[in-house]
């Protein structure tokens, strides 16, 4: 008998760059400006693809429209990136790819918006599709491939078992540039209103219908999403330009001529492309890089970030603070934290390398910083002590070691209880967690002082069981399992349940206290009623609560709704945690690992449905909401705790 053995999983790649529109114009007088590095984006992401990854040239398939001056494209019209070629080569490149295969895709080219949409059921009479746009647009008769025809196309390589990757440096709400620089966006802020075939040759509309329901399912197109192209991605990893409301540009780089800078930054980091290297790891460096020359363009990722880069492997990640910029003469970085997150002046980081997955690795700590210039959502830092010779990049990682506030660092007092027997030692156990929490402190806790005030208190039971109070002396609820003082290790669990329990109380007194901040009174929240049964498909209808003083008490199963709304005149970041009865705090809503944050355009409103449930062995428990919303792009998962005791599992 013969053993089967496991056929080696390929890259297939599809790549689409368009500088050459020929001549257009919308009806509102705007066109497709031809441009100039899409091409180039093409041609270098193919050279990678050849050199660093060995891909065959018929592994890969190519879609190119360049601009040399001429009428046309050089390139022969069967390469042309036209609609009819383009759905082509998609259906190609999923042919070609097998089971376990990775299909990488990259579009460098013009994105645009048109009306109306192949499907009014689902984004209404009056909604629109995003699209890439071919090269041959000016043509009346030509179709833009919509964002419901990516999505099926998308959907059927992964039903088919495929690992897909798509890259979009192109943007759907694009303005002009201004000054002298040559940089130029791939995009325009118009909606296309000319009249076109509506037949698609992806699949019928029906077909279409099905896919997007089921993508868009539990969500609504009343709100912009991450890069806004598609709804919440799940199955395969999308890497876009920039948010739904920001522009893509195009940028002379030095030696290297016009690049899209998301496909510039993106090949740059990929020079340091590794086994274990995730999305989300690269995605950090290139937001960094990105963010920190143009701060009207957000690298957006969605999908799923833990996977590794052209890797098949998964690796759970590590919330850290993202290195936004580094001035080495200087001896400083801008951390993408600050007030927003409970961090304050003084407050210590370690930074570790980009690609460290492991911060229990000494040997992988670069420097000690500390903020000097403290701002809402972003910090400057300055370098204490480095450990190692490399210079700190950007998209390195910072992980808060200390708060940098006393009001922050929580003080313990330990009790010693009169009448316990004789043979529960309890002067010794009070001693070891006194040197537990020297020792594994963090900066968040230390000792209360005879006269100090005291947050928390540790005592022992009559059975002879460790106890955490609150500063009342109420034993706190849902510390679980109960430390026995005879345990191996109990006195250094106790010392980090404490510090633990002041993660989640810095994270619930975050507020903004400041009455003149242009966000004050901005951003309506409600909990707006109870529903027995709710189908995510079905429109809301809550009811009143049922407790006196509209108190918002759920019975298990049940549904309530939260309320957002941005009264601002700004666009606003929103991102919401739930901090549980079991001392978790976790990302709701987005809820996706590669999604920080929802952009809520001003008068935008949302209603966020949230079923109750009770963990395992409890009758009844308390969570708590909070609402963040931002001006700038921040990132609240480092915020993130399991539940006490337990190690951090991704809930997205």
């Given at each position: 008998?013969?053993?089967?053995?496991?056929?080696?999983?390929?890259?297939?790649?599809?790549?689409?760059?368009?500088?050459?529109?020929?001549?257009?114009?919308?009806?509102?007088?705007?066109?497709?400006?031809?441009?100039?590095?899409?091409?180039?984006?093409?041609?270098?992401?193919?050279?990678?693809?050849?050199?660093?990854?060995?891909?065959?040239?018929?592994?890969?398939?190519?879609?190119?429209?360049?601009?040399?001056?001429?009428?046309?494209?050089?390139?022969?019209?069967?390469?042309?990136?036209?609609?009819e070629n383009m759905v082509a080569a998609f259906h190609k490149v999923a042919q070609l790819a097998q089971a376990g295969d990775?299909?990488?895709?990259?579009?460098?080219?013009?994105?645009?918006?048109?009306?109306?949409?192949?499907?009014?059921?689902?984004?209404?009479?009056?909604?629109f599709d995003e699209a890439l746009v071919p090269t041959d647009i000016g043509n009346s008769t030509t179709r833009y491939l919509?964002?419901?025809?990516?999505?099926?196309?998308?959907?059927?390589?992964?039903?088919?078992?495929?690992?897909?990757?798509?890259?979009?440096?192109?943007?759907?709400?694009?303005?002009?540039?201004?000054?002298?620089?040559?940089?130029?966006?791939?995009?325009?802020?118009?909606?296309?209103?000319?009249?076109?075939?509506?037949?698609?040759?992806?699949?019928?509309?029906?077909?279409?219908?099905?896919?997007?329901?089921?993508?868009?399912?539990?969500?609504?197109?009343?709100?912009?999403?991450?890069?806004?192209?598609?709804?919440?991605?799940?199955?395969?990893?999308?890497?876009?330009?920039?948010?739904?409301?920001?522009?893509?540009?195009?940028?002379?780089?030095?030696?290297?001529?016009?690049?899209?800078?998301?496909?510039?930054?993106?090949?740059?980091?990929?020079?340091?492309?590794?086994?274990?290297?995730?999305?989300?790891?690269?995605?950090?460096?290139?937001?960094?890089?990105?963010?920190?020359?143009?701060?009207?363009?957000?690298?957006?990722?969605?999908?799923?970030?833990?996977?590794?880069?052209?890797?098949?492997?998964?690796?759970?990640?590590?919330?850290?603070?993202?290195?936004?910029r580094v001035e080495p003469v200087q001896k400083r970085l801008l951390l993408n934290g600050g007030q927003v997150h409970a961090?304050?002046?003084?407050?210590?980081?370690?930074?570790?390398?980009?690609?460290?997955?492991?911060?229990?690795?000494?040997?992988?700590?670069?420097?000690?910083?500390?903020?000097?210039?403290?701002?809402?959502?972003?910090?400057?830092?300055?370098?204490?002590?480095?450990?190692?010779?490399?210079?700190?990049?950007?998209?390195?990682?910072?992980?808060?070691?200390?708060?940098?506030?006393?009001?922050?660092?929580?003080?313990?007092?330990?009790?010693?209880?009169?009448?316990?027997?004789?043979?529960?030692?309890?002067?010794?156990?009070?001693?070891?967690?006194?040197?537990?929490?020297?020792?594994?402190?963090?900066?968040?806790?230390?000792?209360?002082?005879?006269?100090?005030?005291?947050?928390?208190?540790?005592?022992?039971?009559?059975?002879?069981?460790?106890?955490?109070?609150?500063?009342?002396?109420?034993?706190?609820?849902?510390?679980?399992?109960?430390?026995?003082?005879?345990?191996?290790?109990?006195?250094?669990?106790?010392?980090?349940?404490?510090?633990?329990?002041?993660?989640?109380?810095?994270?619930?007194?975050?507020?903004?206290?400041?009455?003149?901040?242009?966000?004050?009174?901005?951003?309506?929240?409600?909990?707006?009623?109870?529903?027995?049964?709710?189908?995510?498909?079905?429109?809301?209808?809550?009811?009143?609560?049922?407790?006196?003083?509209?108190?918002?008490?759920?019975?298990?199963?049940?549904?309530?709704?939260?309320?957002?709304?941005?009264?601002?005149?700004?666009?606003?970041?929103?991102?919401?945690?739930?901090?549980?009865?079991?001392?978790?705090?976790?990302?709701?809503?987005?809820?996706?690992?590669?999604?920080?944050?929802?952009?809520?355009?001003?008068?935008?409103?949302?209603?966020?449905?949230?079923?109750?449930?009770?963990?395992?062995?409890?009758?009844?428990?308390?969570?708590?909401?909070?609402?963040?919303?931002?001006?700038?792009?921040?990132?609240?998962?480092?915020?993130?705790?399991?539940?006490?005791?337990?190690?951090?599992?991704?809930?997205?």
């Amino acid at each position: 008998m013969h053993s089967k053995i496991p056929r080696e999983s390929r890259i297939y790649a599809l790549l689409i760059g368009i500088d050459c529109y020929l001549p257009n114009a919308l009806p509102d007088g705007s066109s497709y400006a031809s441009l100039g590095g899409c091409v180039r984006d093409i041609t270098e992401v193919e050279a990678f693809l050849n050199g660093k990854l060995r891909l065959q040239d018929q592994q890969i398939i190519k879609l190119t429209a360049s601009n040399g001056g001429t009428t046309e494209p050089h390139e022969p019209r069967e390469q042309w990136p036209a609609y009819e070629n383009m759905v082509a080569a998609f259906h190609k490149v999923a042919q070609l790819a097998q089971a376990g295969d990775q299909v990488y895709i990259h579009y460098s080219g013009h994105g645009g918006r048109t009306q109306p949409t192949l499907l009014p059921e689902q984004k209404g009479v009056n909604g629109f599709d995003e699209a890439l746009v071919p090269t041959d647009i000016g043509n009346s008769t030509t179709r833009y491939l919509r964002d419901v025809e990516m999505a099926h196309l998308l959907r059927t390589m992964v039903d088919k078992g495929l690992i897909v990757t798509i890259v979009l440096d192109s943007c759907h709400s694009g303005s002009a540039t201004r000054g002298a620089s040559g940089d130029t966006v791939r995009g325009l802020s118009t909606i296309d209103t000319t009249s076109r075939p509506m037949e698609s040759l992806v699949a019928s509309r029906d077909m279409l219908a099905e896919t997007w329901r089921l993508l868009d399912r539990g969500g609504t197109r009343g709100f912009q999403l991450g890069s806004g192209w598609l709804p919440e991605v799940k199955d395969y990893v999308l890497l876009a330009a920039c948010r739904a409301t920001e522009s893509a540009y195009e940028h002379r780089f030095e030696q290297s001529g016009k690049h899209g800078v998301l496909t510039y930054w993106f090949l740059d980091s990929l020079k340091q492309l590794r086994p274990g290297l995730t999305f989300k790891q690269l995605h950090d460096r290139i937001l960094a890089k990105v963010h920190s020359e143009f701060v009207l363009q957000t690298p957006q990722l969605q999908g799923d970030a833990n996977r590794t880069v052209f890797g098949v492997e998964h690796i759970q990640p590590f919330y850290a603070v993202n290195v936004m910029r580094v001035e080495p003469v200087q001896k400083r970085l801008l951390l993408n934290g600050g007030q927003v997150h409970a961090i304050r002046k003084g407050a210590q980081f370690i930074i570790y390398p980009p690609d460290a997955t492991d911060f229990a690795q000494v040997s992988q700590r670069q420097a000690l910083v500390e903020i000097t210039e403290l701002g809402a959502t972003d910090s400057w830092a300055t370098v204490l002590t480095s450990f190692r010779p490399e210079p700190i990049q950007q998209g390195a990682q910072a992980v808060l070691i200390d708060p940098g506030s006393i009001r922050l660092r929580r003080t313990v007092r330990l009790v010693k209880q009169p009448h316990l027997p004789a043979t529960i030692a309890q002067d010794q156990a009070l001693k070891q967690v006194e040197q537990a929490i020297l020792q594994h402190g963090k900066g968040f806790i230390t000792l209360a002082g005879p006269d100090e005030t005291t947050d928390y208190q540790v005592t022992i039971t009559a059975t002879g069981n460790y106890e955490i109070w609150d500063p009342a002396g109420v034993p706190l609820a849902n510390v679980r399992p109960v430390q026995s003082i005879e345990q191996s290790g109990a006195a250094e669990q106790v010392a980090r349940r404490l510090v633990h329990l002041t993660k989640y109380r810095n994270t619930l007194q975050l507020d903004n206290a400041d009455i003149t901040s242009p966000l004050a009174g901005n951003l309506l929240v409600e909990l707006a009623g109870v529903q027995a049964a709710y189908d995510p498909q079905d429109r809301p209808e809550p009811q009143p609560f049922r407790d006196p003083g509209d108190t918002p008490v759920l019975k298990p199963g049940e549904w309530t709704f939260l309320r957002v709304k941005n009264t601002s005149p700004q666009v606003l970041n929103v991102t919401v945690l739930d901090l549980g009865p079991d001392w978790s705090i976790t990302q709701i809503y987005p809820s996706r690992q590669d999604t920080l944050s929802m952009t809520f355009d001003p008068g935008q409103e949302m209603l966020f449905p949230l079923q109750a449930y009770l963990p395992e062995g409890y009758t009844d428990a308390l969570d708590i909401l909070k609402v963040f919303a931002t001006v700038g792009s921040t990132n609240f998962r480092w915020l993130e705790l399991p539940a006490l005791d337990q190690p951090f599992v991704s809930k997205g």
